[in-house]
């Protein structure tokens, strides 16, 4: 990128009051009014932190709602999945952006499994028949609903084809302790055909769940009592999916791997080598399709046969809800062309001067079902707008430290292939110069959203202090605070009382920090906002524009926050001398899951001791009701004892290593402490690595693709993040003897970063020993 030249900067740097800062002129080119009364910021000094919000002012008054409007507008006009004309179209569009401002932008190109309907057939043969429809209807109110010649049908990408036949089982959400409840009432659904309403976890789990339990089929819905009538007015009058809304997406099984399903844990290049369809695990036993609630009616309707479905189970369809098996009884036919299509990767990159090894990365998909106002593109346009502001710093003088990469993914909604398959082509550069990936996907109006590595917690507790909630001109942390403060779990009000920063969310996965953050273990952050915005459209014709206009971020206001959130983020991680990484909440944070953990085997070997004698004393058989089906459960074997010692240990390590380093830092900021180029590069490598140290190379029981110990998605949740994934798991699984070797493992891990933060602590005051205190004069 062209940019003005700027004075020379010194190769000398500065702690003071604990932080980090390049002892630089405080005005480079053209840069903004310094404040000199601002908060302390991690990784600078007051003097640096009043330079870096002098230049976040700037970005702020960079930013523009009509580029996020009309941008939205130009990429929603035509639906642009993964392959399609338009979605190539996309992708020039985006690329022409980025080189018009300046970044050195390229388009990788990977070929990946992509599979689209042939057939779809779904008709109930008894006791009456019915055809469903398996169509949106276009509406006058949503002018790109009538693209119907552009449009995927909706369909569940990687689906098995099939052509089955079978009874009609409803299995609530298809999770796996619904079909415990199934089996207390002594309904078998092998051989038969389930339909379960969208809700309690991913999709894919739904039909993983069903085939383990000998299901020949199917069917996923939308139910009105989650996404329908009983939320509020359906659309085109009001944002709710209407009865003919069908949610599209993927059944991959990618609690096993991300990606495409035929070279795990490789890019799919051109000569990649590659599986067989016979061979690749993530792809579905059986036929599934996604169906509305108008089509689900006439099938529930006919369901008679059965019990009546437990309170929690039944929906807002006007019908009794009953378990089955039928006499609904119907035929499914689902076949797919099973084709390799092209996922077009942007990159575009803006080089730091001081660090251009170290990258800063920056995330959002481009692909959609349909057209996908919602997701990606209102958070699409918010990464094309911070690039943009970012150009128009480096033509006032700004000019990272370290490298920025923007990133415009393809393929994200049939299961991360973009992000997965450039991160496994690149892993090994990588793992050696990835600082952090901060991601964004769909975005709305309302609280602030964090998710991420608690490493990077204290970090966005500072941004989220910095920006301005539209709505009602308080701090987005503070709103935030007051939401938890009212509405939060009794945990989360004790927290927002007591605890200085509010704690964000561990990432499961679901979008495109999964390849990044674990399997690669790179510090990773996923941001929006949400939570006031109404929608039904999610994955259906009505992700459209208008809809969106109407009903998500009408004035882009929330659009500029994030812009304004993430802009942030990546000024602070690209400027600060020492990267603000912080390790006193991390070790705070695993204490609580440590703590989990321990309570859950506790809890779970009371509930089985409790349930076992329940059994034996037929004190199950007395309770239920005579009239209606029971099957008494088998005894469960007893929950031994477990030995959490090496993990109280490992967290106790982290707690000192954490406390040291903080102190370390204070220490070197009270001395003035001087630090060459050289030395401050080698605390940031050190630094950066501390998240790696998280992983392990042989990954986690059963799916050694996802090699972080601290966050997963889970294996029977999808999207659900399970934290000390492995440990958890063999508790929640009752696989006894994987727990101690799991505790072992995590413990390691543990001890593997406590270690690299000592490190680290040690090059703080090596460097104290060394050189004399010289700097407070230089600072000044």
């Known amino acids: 990128m062209r940019q003005r030249t700027s004075r020379a900067v010194s190769n000398v740097v500065a702690v003071i009051a604990g932080v980090w800062v390049t002892l630089a002129p405080p005005v480079l080119g053209a840069a903004p009014e310094t404040v000199t009364n601002g908060a302390p910021l991690l990784g600078f000094t007051a003097a640096g932190a ?22 939205m507008k130009t990429m929603t006009a035509h639906p642009h999945h993964l392959g399609s004309p338009f979605g190539k179209e996309v992708a020039e569009f985006i690329a022409t952006q980025f080189r018009s401002w300046g970044y050195d932008t390229t388009i990788e190109e990977f070929q990946v499994l992509f599979p689209t309907p042939k057939t779809r057939r779904l008709e109930m043969v008894a006791p009456s028949t019915y055809t469903a429809r398996l169509e949106e209807p276009p509406l006058p109110q949503d002018a790109t609903s009538g693209e119907t010649s552009e449009q995927l049908p909706s369909y569940n990408a990687y689906s098995a084809d099939g052509d089955v036949t079978g009874q009609l089982v409803y299995v609530n959400y298809g999770i796996p302790k619904d079909y415990e409840t199934l089996a207390e009432r002594g309904i078998d659904v092998t051989g038969r055909v389930v339909i379960a309403r969208y809700g ?59 990606g495409d399903p035929l070279t795990p844990g490789v890019g799919a290049t051109k000569d990649a080598q590659r599986l067989s369809l016979a061979d690749a695990r993530t792809l579905t036993r059986i036929p599934v399709l996604p169906i509305s609630y108008s089509d689900a009616l006439p099938l529930l309707r006919a369901l008679t046969n059965g019990p009546v479905a437990p309170a929690a189970w039944r929906g807002a369809l006007p019908l009794t809800y009953h378990l089955g098996p039928g006499p609904a009884t119907v035929h499914l036919q689902v076949a797919s062309q099973w084709d390799q299509a092209p996922a077009r990767d942007i990159i575009a990159r803006l080089p730091g001067t001081d660090a251009p090894d170290e990258w800063i990365i920056r995330g959002n998909h481009h692909d959609a079902w349909v057209c996908g106002a919602e997701d990606p593109i209102s958070g699409t346009v918010t990464l094309l707008e911070e690039a943009r502001a970012l150009s128009e710093l480096v033509r006032a003088g700004w000019h990272p430290k370290r490298t920025i990469l923007f990133t415009v993914w393809d393929g994200e909604e049939p299961g991360l292939l973009g992000s997965t398959e450039w991160a496994e082509t690149h ?33 966005v507790n500072e941004v989220a202090r910095d920006v ?139 509930q089985t001791r409790d349930r076992n004698q329940q059994i034996h004393d037929h004190t199950l058989t007395l309770v239920a009701d005579p009239t209606e089906p029971y099957v008494v459960p088998a005894p469960k074997s007893p929950v031994p004892f477990f030995d959490f010692a090496p993990l109280q240990n490992a967290l106790a390590r982290l707690q000192n290593s954490a406390q040291d380093y903080q102190a370390a830092m204070s220490q070197a900021g009270a001395h003035g402490l001087t630090l060459d180029r050289p030395t401050s590069r080698q605390l940031d490598g050190l630094l950066m690595q501390t998240e790696r140290k998280m992983t392990s190379a042989a990954g986690l029981p059963r799916r050694p693709w996802y090699q972080h110990l601290i966050y997963a998605p889970g294996f029977y949740t999808g999207y659900g993040v399970k934290t000390l994934p492995g440990v958890r798991e063999a508790i929640e699984e009752r696989t006894w003897a994987e727990v101690d070797p799991q505790v072992k493992n995590v413990a390691n891990a543990i001890d593997a970063v406590a270690a690299q933060i000592d490190r680290a602590a040690a090059v703080l005051r090596g460097a104290a020993a060394a050189r004399p205190a010289t700097a407070s004069a230089q600072s000044n």
């Open 200 to 258: 309690g976890s991913w999709r894919g789990i739904k039909p993983k769940v069903a085939a383990e339990h000998g299901a020949v089929g199917c069917l996923i819905y939308s139910d009105p009592r989650d996404d329908g009538y009983f939320q509020g007015d359906v659309y085109p009058q009001g944002a709710w999916r209407n009865a003919d809304g069908v949610q599209r997406g993927s059944v991959a099984d990618m609690p096993l791997y991300p």
């Open 427 to 459: 892993a090994d550069e990588l793992r050696a110069k990835a600082v952090a990936y901060i991601n964004t996907d769909g975005n709305g109006r309302g609280f602030f959203g964090a998710e991420g590595s608690h490493t990077l917690e204290k970090l």
């Open 468 to 606: 301005i909630d539209p709505e009602r001109g308080v701090s987005v942390f503070e709103r935030l605070r007051a939401y938890r403060l009212v509405k939060g779990s009794d945990e989360e009000k004790r927290e927002a009382r007591t605890r200085t920063d509010l704690r964000i969310t561990a990432l499961g996965s679901g979008s495109d920090y999964t390849p990044f953050l674990q399997h690669l273990g790179i510090a990773a952050l996923n941001l929006g906002y949400g939570g006031e915005s109404e929608g039904g459209a999610y994955h259906s014709i009505y992700d459209s524009f208008d809809h969106y206009t109407r009903f998500g971020d009408p004035h882009f206001d929330y659009g500029i926050a994030l812009a304004q959130t993430d802009g942030r983020v990546l000024l602070r991680l690209a400027n600060a001398t020492v990267l603000p990484f912080d390790f006193t909440d991390l070790a705070d944070t695993l204490g609580v899951y440590v703590r989990e953990v321990q309570k859950q085997a506790d809890d779970l070997r009371d």
């Open 50 to 71: 009043a330079t870096e919000r002098g230049w976040e002012r700037q970005f702020d008054g960079q930013l523009q709602r009509e580029d996020l409007r009309r941008w």
